[in-house]
């Protein structure tokens, strides 16, 4: 995913709470706690009116930046 991308959680809970945003930043190493797959990065994505990270699997891509 790339700066200026659309994105939404792909979790309906959570897509219904934030709605759509766009990824904000590079992503960041994230602190893998308990998680099997090792390192993952976590994405910068502004919603409505706050920036949340998200890991890459959390989102799904609607529009890239071209």
Same mark, same amino acid.
């Given at each position: 995913m790339k700066v200026g991308n659309l994105v939404?959680?792909?979790?309906?809970?959570?897509?219904?709470s934030y709605g759509?945003?766009?990824v904000a930043g590079e992503p960041q190493p994230?602190?893998?706690l308990g998680d099997i $797959?090792?390192?993952y990065f976590d994405i910068p994505?502004?919603?409505k009116d706050e920036i949340i990270y998200a890991r890459e699997d959390?989102?799904?891509s609607i529009g890239?930046? $071209?």
């Open positions: 939404k959680f792909k979790n309906p809970d959570f897509h219904e759509l945003g766009v994230g602190i893998a $797959r090792g390192q994505v502004y919603f959390e989102l799904e890239e930046r $071209r």
